[in-house]
């Protein structure tokens, strides 16, 4: 759930992050896809790193 949850914010911030920058629709999709690869990576180790502790 967390991976979910980092995945999709991480992609809604680099998508208006693009479009704050006047980027057009495929600049807007190509940060949405990388900030949203990059939080899920970020939300993988999180959940690994609660799981092993808990």
Do not use: E, P
Not at 9 to 20: C, D, I, P, T
Not at 40 to 50: H, K, R, V, W, Y
């Amino acid at each position: 759930m967390i991976i979910l949850i980092f995945t999709f914010l991480s992609a809604l911030w680099g998508g208006l992050l693009a479009r704050r920058r006047k980027g057009n629709r495929l600049d807007i999709a190509q940060y949405a896809a990388g900030f949203g690869i990059i939080g899920a990576l970020i939300g993988l180790f999180l959940t690994i790193i609660l799981s092993r502790t808990l």
